[in-house]
């Protein structure tokens, strides 16, 4: 939702979920963490009003830790954070699914898939991040593909239910080279909510799956 337009979120939201797509990805940052500034937990709770679809919060904030109530309060279904900035990553990870939300960790296009191998039975999503995270609308980074397909063999070799999210530069054209490395989850910024038809948007993305 970072490329929605702030000005109409709650139909933002209500039109892209009526357009087909499974999740809202929110992507919070705080200017210290990441050089750029988004939403906190009132806005997290104002989409809650707008849709039903699960919220994925991404936390690109210092000290995830302290924010973990806050979001589930407001109504986030899925909490990410990055395990740069989680030096406890194994309590954080708990902390959050003992708030009742499902547990996720993200990893810097620079950080080793290794960071996350001994914590993956103790949660429900890894987000590989296929840009420097801060900003909407920067290009997909093809060197993260070997992480994605490392962590697939992960999962799928401990048959661990754990969803593998990617995270920047995502059209039908990288869709494809992400999904076929491993992945299962997509989050699109722009290719969504820039296209003109965002049904056909989110269903071209989705055959992007069925050929990859
Ligand atoms: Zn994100």
């Known amino acids: 939702m970072l490329s929605a337009d702030f000005a109409r979120l709650g139909e933002e ?34 989409l809650r009003r707008a849709t039903t ?16 109530e806050s979001f589930v309060r407001a109504g986030a279904d ?15 990870v708990a902390e959050i699914r003992r708030a009742g939300a499902r547990a996720g960790v993200v990893l810097n296009p620079h950080s080793s898939e290794e960071s996350v191998r001994y914590v993956l039975p103790d949660v429900d999503l890894v987000l590989v991040m296929s840009v420097d995270p801060g900003f909407g609308g920067q290009a997909f980074l093809p060197s993260v593909l070997p992480k994605v397909t490392r962590l697939r063999e992960w999962i799928d070799a401990q048959g661990l239910d754990v969803a593998l999210e990617i995270d920047g530069g995502i059209d039908t054209r990288t869709a494809a080279q992400a999904l076929e490395a491993g992945a299962d989850v997509l989050v699109a910024g722009s290719a969504v ?20």
């Open 13 to 46: 939201v209500r039109e892209v979920q009526a357009a087909g797509a499974d999740w809202i990805h929110v992507d919070v940052m705080d200017g210290r963490f990441v050089p750029n500034l988004t939403v906190g937990p009132p806005v997290v709770a104002a």
């Open 53 to 68: 679809l699960p919220l994925d919060v991404h936390l690109m904030i210092v000290e995830p830790e302290r924010w973990i």
């Open 78 to 92: 899925v909490i990410s954070v990055h395990v740069e900035a989680s030096p406890h990553l194994h309590r954080t």
């Open 193 to 212: 909510f820039g296209a003109d038809d965002r049904s056909r948007a989110i269903a071209a993305l989705r055959e992007a799956g069925r050929t990859a």
